[in-house]
């Protein structure tokens, strides 16, 4: 056999051998369902931390408008008061009246005991605001309006760019399945030439070419697999 064709024998066996080593098992790192476009945009609507964030100023503003609300709703307040101790140090009980009483306390000292209670009822109610009430009604529905507007637009963003990625790792691992099959085509054109070369039908240089082309073969499978893992990253 000339030395010529017995190195391209040994060259191509030893890129068989790196290729084997490369390349991983047919089950490796396949998942254990298909996952679709529409369970992809749905994962990245509930996980993608921009839109949680844009979803929890929505509901915050929402709540705003009903805490506004109800803060010009009418509000009753009950209030009970006693009072047990010496008449000569008790406030008010010199002299009666409806009316707040200031007279003081007693010129002289009495022992006598003395006990008072008041019960209070009121009722705190804004009636009349001259419209700023529904100003601030109307500002706070503008702001969950607006907080509406960014989180539909920030959900559209993000679900083009899941669609994009979703897209783009499809392709890719058809890209991984057709070169795949290339490097079995070159593996069987490969083993094809050899034969005929051991038997001296076709030339040396033919089983050289032929080693070429199937570890650049491989060589394609592992570069689509690794960009087919970086989309799969990429959407992940």
């Not at 009950?78 to 140090?89: P, R």
């Not at 637009?153 to 099959?181: G, I, N, P, R, W």
């Not at 570890?215 to 992940?236: G, I, N, P």
Request: charged share 15%.
């Amino acid at each position: 056999m000339p030395h010529r064709e017995l190195c391209g024998i040994m060259f191509g066996f030893r890129l068989f051998l790196v290729g084997l080593l490369g390349l991983p098992l047919a089950g490796w790192g396949q998942a254990a369902a298909p996952l679709t476009l529409g369970q992809a945009l749905a994962q990245a609507r509930t996980s993608y931390p921009t839109l949680r964030a844009r979803q929890a100023s929505v509901v915050a503003a929402t709540a705003d408008v009903r805490t506004l609300r109800s803060n010009y709703l009418p509000q009753v307040s009950v209030q009970l008061q006693a009072l047990d101790g010496t008449s000569n140090q008790a406030r008010g009980a010199l002299l009666g009246g409806i009316g707040p009483n200031v007279s003081g306390v007693r010129e002289y000292t009495s022992y006598q005991a003395s006990w008072a209670s008041q019960g209070m009822l009121y009722i705190d109610w804004p009636a009349v605001t001259f419209g700023r009430y529904r100003a601030d009604v109307q500002r706070a529905e503008a702001s969950v309006t607006q907080a509406q507007a960014d989180y539909d637009q920030e959900l559209f963003t993000h679900q083009v760019q899941v669609a994009d990625a979703y897209l783009l790792a499809l392709s890719a691992q058809k890209t991984v399945a057709l070169q795949t099959a290339n490097l079995q085509r070159s593996l069987a054109l490969r083993r094809i030439v050899l034969a005929g070369t051991r038997a001296g039908i076709q030339a040396g240089i033919d089983s050289s070419t032929a080693n070429a082309e199937a570890a650049r073969a491989r060589l394609q499978v592992l570069v689509s697999r690794q960009q087919a893992e970086q989309q799969r990253t990429r959407l992940a």
